[in-house]
């Protein structure tokens, strides 16, 4: 058996992050999360350091090191998303305060610290949220970026266009700035994008699945996801939410359900319009550099079949 691939979860919860976090914690033999660092976005980050524990201690893991970042775009107001996900950004269960510390150390530091400690090629880091930590890591210490094993990340849309204006979508609108060092440092890169992740609606046959379940973690995940998926629901018409941020742990441990090509990304920071989009070069009608796979195509009843036979070992 391969040793477990290390990771940094790096997030803004949100009730789709915390199904992301629930099944990295499901999947010890393939994932040893090094730390959870937090970052404003979804909420604000007193809010999603908050939440990073309240889920570490819904998965049995209050030994996990969780981190708090940058409390703000690095060159932007913050936008944040209670619209979505409700004042505290994990509404729907009754949730406990957390009895788990916040490390001490910033997230910046921490990433940077364990990419210098970590074997060259080690760490792959795993974005959930806005790129404000990597960004800020990146500039404080590039001599981080050839030590990244790789960079899987939830953001930006093309054909589907935004979800949080016309032209994109909310991680990267929060930081356009953060992203454009992420997409322009040279580590690999795999987007998952709206493309992706409207296709993974938790579609009411899908909640009740997860549902039968039955323990404790999981009902509280259920109702997070009952909470969430009513915005798009309603927004759509559709038949349940877009389970986005747990697609990019899905592709760590299954890359086989997504298909993509590598494509050049290019992120909007001048426009006011069109702030945060993300130009997907998809048919390669440019020779700029193709900097990142863009995952295109999911196996959405595969993705469903993994969530819900991870999270029953919670
Ligand atoms: O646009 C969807 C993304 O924004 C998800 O990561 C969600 O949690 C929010 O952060
Ligand atoms: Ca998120």
């Known amino acids: ?39 404003a976005g979804n909420v604000p980050l007193s809010y999603t350091s908050r939440n990073a524990r309240i889920v570490c201690e819904l998965c049995g893991r209050p030994d996990m090191k969780v981190f708090a970042g940058a409390d703000a775009p690095m060159a932007r107001k913050l936008v944040t998303a209670e619209h979505v996900h409700g004042k505290t950004g994990l ?21 940077i610290e364990t990419l210098r400690r970590e074997p060259e090629g080690a760490v792959t880091l795993c974005t959930l949220g806005p790129l404000t930590n990597i960004g800020l890591a990146f500039q404080k210490a590039p001599d981080i970026i050839p030590r990244v094993r ?3 990340m939830m953001g930006g849309g093309f054909f589907e266009g935004g979800n949080i204006t016309p032209a994109a979508e909310f991680n ?7 992203a454009e060092i992420v997409f322009g440092s040279g580590i690999p890169i795999v987007m998952m994008p709206l493309d992706v992740t409207h296709q993974l609606l938790t579609q009411k046959g899908r909640i009740e699945r997860m549902a039968e379940l039955g323990t404790a973690p999981v009902k509280a995940m259920v109702e997070m996801l009952e909470f969430f998926e009513r915005f798009d629901i309603e927004k759509y018409g559709s038949d349940g939410g877009p389970l ?9 441990l299954k890359p086989e359900l997504f298909k993509g090509r590598h494509c050049n990304v290019e992120i909007e ?46």
């Open 91 to 111: 509404d729907g269960p009754e949730l406990n305060e957390p009895a788990m510390p916040l490390q001490e150390q910033h997230s910046v530091d921490f990433i």
């Open 150 to 152: 790789e960079l899987v």
């Open 1 to 39: 058996m391969a040793k477990p691939r290390k990771i940094i979860i790096d997030t803004d919860p949100g009730q789709d992050d915390a199904a992301a976090i629930m099944l990295a914690f499901g999947s010890p033999e393939e994932l040893e999360v090094l730390g959870i660092t937090t970052v």
């Open 172 to 178: 990267i609108y929060v930081d356009p700035e953060a």
């Open 269 to 314: 920071v001048k426009s006011e319009l069109t702030a945060g989009m993300t130009v997907i070069d998809w048919w390669h009608v440019t020779d700029r550099k193709r900097n990142a796979k863009v995952m295109r195509h999911v196996d959405a009843d595969g993705f469903y079949d993994l969530l819900i036979e991870r999270f029953a070992r919670i």
């Open 244 to 252: 986005h941020d747990p697609a990019v742990i899905a592709y760590l």
